[in-house]
């Protein structure tokens, strides 16, 4: 069958099972468009190419499955380089495909040439120039191959326009076709180090899991509870592992890091063993390294290699697969005689204290000894930090000023528990971590390590692309929504009902904090402005219903309005008050044990 | 410290690539933006036109080996890399040098040249080109003594090495515990 490049471009990705694309047509991908009009795959027309790989990347981490975004040559190109990042440095699964001049053009500054794969060459786990229009399906078998396999990362491909309108025979490449002769991601752990980590466990008096985004990439979750479960360790989630074990549970103890509660952050630091999952021990999380968790043994599990030792020394490091080594580790434990649940399932709001109530050990058993006893002064422990340091805020009653925090709460309570919410990056980012209860796996879509603003309305859109039985509820900030907003006409006119949440304190309220507590409150470049734009009127001319909210009386009658609206995107602006800070917080640069918690806490007073 | 890491700090890491077009780059730009530093590096074709083979001389004290080691075998196409321990590793640069060589210092150049058994490869009324190639602490060497007579322009190649051979196996293995080679991984 001879086939025109694109034709084979298009076939590949419908090989790959690629439902869904986003992307925007221009002059070196033009040729590649042309049969899309015949392809079984939906194509999403995004106003910026930097939408579509966000809504790639939405679409992605809730599916699992990886996304995909296409975009012309040059400013199309470098328009999706800001997702490859952010989709690098949070291991999300992205194809995107870049049209490229023309191979006779290439090298002598054509209109719209850009060097993509130079620009990209860092930020994506591998990219390809394609130079022969035979090598179409077998470099997309290897993309996918490379994007989904091992670490997971976004790959790009750029393909010249006259590649893609010369004629090849098709092919589909069999597994043993791929040329990638230097790529062999590990998956199972090394038998003998899992041992090892299971003799660390066993012996450990205050230990911690700390799960990062590997558990979710590794589709770990049920593995992770069963290990949280048998052993009554506690659980600590990271921003990239939100959802990945239940917030309602008794052994979880939320969000580490900069902005993560108190219990989490100082269970770290005072334990004796931190069981590292798929975490990566950023700097967000450990503060100043040199005083992070300082009696603390490491075990760190990554499949990732380079991870190992990379910031933190780990005692034992074992490469490979979360899941896979999770449940060696399970078989490792059961090994030596823990083979039953500790800890009691479910129950919301209980406290790690609670956990090894009524769950009897197996008489005759290491269960018996461990870790119900062992464990049960440093849940105490964690018991009365969660007791004295609670996250808190004071919201009067209307029509004082309405606080971020009861937003999200109001949010939580109203909408169905496996709600997708997506963020932007900032305060309003860290409000909703902090307060909304994540008891899902891949429910929570933001960018972690990267950190880019205007992430939540993208992400949100494709993330609702990939899960249309969801309510998916983007939590945005003014700043944030105004870079990349003009999505909502994407959404509008695909029909994606997605719900945005500005939590509008007419400030870029993030760096307004550190201004306030580390700059003596010279606040430099940080005003907006509550209603310039009149997010209302713009949210209603790009096809949304716009709700506009300034008490907090009205905040349960408006989620409920958008809630009801299933045929459209729905923008709230909640007008939230500016001098609301994120508590509690290590400072950048400090140990964990300097956490600042909020002040109303240790007596003094709040705004 | 030298500028040619001809001491403690360098290691060498022989890495087996696919010989694409870019791999060079994708090297050498991990190796920046990681801020590793590279005292030198070379790269030729290997006995088979599939793969290269790129020599680097690392500096251990930019960033722990192992780190170089984990994140260069995370490009894809790196297919393996050997670390040699320079105390184990037969070791040979290239250099090019052309000399100040009037008539007064002619006869001195030349003789150096003879000593370090290198060659005149080019002859100028005032100046000579000599090549040496040899074991870079030679050439070290070589280039102290002949700095005195003015270098106008030189040009070292950067080394390349092979594990030294176990002198009881006489099937050219390399010896045993020479060579740490890292399956790839990741």
Not at chain 1, 146 to 168: C, E, F, H, N, Y
Not at chain 1, 213 to 221: E, F, N
Not at chain 1, 383 to 412: H, M, N, S, T
Request: proline share 7%.
């Amino acid at each position: 069958m001879e086939l025109t490049g694109a034709q084979a471009l298009i076939k590949s990705l419908e090989m790959q099972h690629v439902e869904v694309m986003f992307g925007l047509p221009g002059g070196a991908i033009l040729p590649v468009y042309d049969p899309i009009l015949d392809s079984s795959i939906r194509h999403i027309l995004v106003r910026h190419e930097q939408g579509a790989g966000h809504m790639a990347q939405g679409y992605a981490q809730v599916t699992g499955r990886p996304g995909v975004a296409m975009a012309t040559s040059g400013p199309g190109a470098t328009n999706v380089v800001t997702p490859l990042a952010d989709a690098y440095m949070d291991s999300t699964p992205l194809v995107a495909i870049t049209g490229q001049v023309a191979t006779a053009a290439i090298g002598t500054d054509a209109f719209q040439e850009s060097d993509i794969t130079g620009i990209t060459m860092g930020i994506t786990k591998h990219n390809w120039l394609i130079t022969d229009v035979d090598d179409i399906p077998r470099v997309v078998a290897e993309a996918f191959h490379v994007a989904t396999t091992g670490r997971p990362g976004p790959v790009l491909i750029d393909i010249p326009k006259d590649i893609a309108q010369s004629t090849m025979t098709w092919y589909w490449p069999a597994p043993a076709d791929l040329d990638l002769p230097g790529y062999r991601p590990v998956t199972e752990g090394d038998p003998a180090l899992v041992m090892e980590a299971a003799e660390l466990l066993l012996a450990a008096e205050r230990p911690v899991i700390y799960a990062g985004g590997g558990i979710l990439k590794a589709r770990a979750a049920d593995a992770l509870r069963e290990l949280a479960e048998r052993t009554g360790i506690p659980v600590v989630t990271t921003l990239m592992a939100r959802g990945c074990f239940p917030d309602s549970h008794p052994l979880c103890l939320g969000m580490p890091g900069m902005h993560g509660n108190y219990t989490a952050v100082t269970a770290m630091q005072k334990s004796d063993l931190l069981i590292a999952l798929g975490s990566r021990f950023d700097d967000r999380v450990t503060g100043k390294v040199s005083a992070f968790a300082p009696g603390a043994k490491v075990i760190h599990v990554d499949i990732d290699p380079a991870e190992h030792n990379k910031v933190r020394a780990a005692d034992v490091a074992i490469a490979g697969d979360c899941r896979l080594v999770v449940e060696e580790l399970l078989l490792a434990l059961e090994a030596r005689g823990l083979s039953h649940s500790e800890a009691t399932r479910g129950g919301r709001g209980g406290s790690p204290s609670d956990a090894v109530a009524g769950a009897p050990a197996a008489p005759g058993t290491m269960a018996e000894r461990y870790p119900r006893e062992r464990l049960a002064p440093w849940r105490a422990q964690l018991g009365a930090w969660q007791e004295r340091y609670p996250l808190v805020y004071d919201q009067q009653p209307g029509p004082g000023p309405l606080k971020p925090q009861f937003v999200i709460e109001c949010l939580r309570d109203q909408t169905p528990e496996d709600t997708i919410v997506a963020s932007g990056v900032g305060q309003h980012q860290m409000f909703a971590s902090q307060w909304w209860q994540f008891d899902h796996p891949y429910t929570w879509v933001n960018s972690g390590g990267l950190g880019t603003m205007g992430f939540a309305v993208p992400s949100a859109i494709g993330a609702k692309v990939g899960r249309p039985d969801k309510m998916v509820w983007a939590v945005d900030g003014d700043g944030c929504f105004q870079m990349t907003a003009q999505e909502l006409v994407t959404a509008s006119s695909e029909r994606i009902p997605v719900k945005i949440a500005i939590l509008n304190n007419a400030y870029l309220g993030m760096v307004r904090q550190w201004q306030e507590m580390f700059y003596e409150e010279r606040y430099s470049e940080v005003y907006l402005s509550p209603d310039l734009p009149d997010y209302v009127g713009w949210a209603e001319s790009m096809g949304c219903v716009g709700i506009r909210v300034e008490s907090p009386d009205d905040v349960a009658t408006a989620i409920d309005k958008a809630n009801s609206v299933d045929d459209r995107p729905v923008v709230v602006d909640f007008r939230t008050d500016a001098f609301e800070k994120v508590f509690p917080m290590v400072a950048a640069g400090s140990s964990n044990d300097d956490i600042i918690v909020d002040p109303s806490l240790i007596g003094g007073s709040r705004p | 410290m030298n500028m040619y890491g001809t001491d403690q700090r360098h290691h060498i890491l022989t890495v087996l690539v696919e010989n694409k077009s870019g791999v060079l780059a994708r090297v050498a730009s991990l190796f920046s933006r990681r801020g590793y530093n590279i005292f030198s590096l070379a790269v030729a074709p290997s006995d088979n036109p599939r793969f290269s083979r790129i020599t680097i001389v690392v500096d251990v004290e930019s960033a722990p080996l192992d780190q170089i080691v984990k994140q260069l075998d995370k490009l894809i196409p790196v297919v393996s890399i050997t670390e040699l321990d320079p105390a184990h590793s037969r070791e040979r640069e290239l250099l090019l040098a052309t000399v100040e060589a009037g008539p007064e210092s002619r006869g001195q150049v030349i003789q150096l040249v003879g000593v370090f058994e290198g060659k005149i490869v080019d002859v100028g009324p005032a100046h000579l080109t000599v090549m040496l190639a040899g074991a870079p602490t030679k050439l070290d060497d070589f280039e102290d003594l002949i700095r005195g007579y003015g270098i106008v322009e030189m040009q070292r190649t950067g080394r390349v090495a092979l594990p030294m051979l176990d002198r009881a196996d006489h099937r050219g293995q390399p010896a045993t515990g020479t060579a740490d080679t890292t399956e790839k991984a990741g």
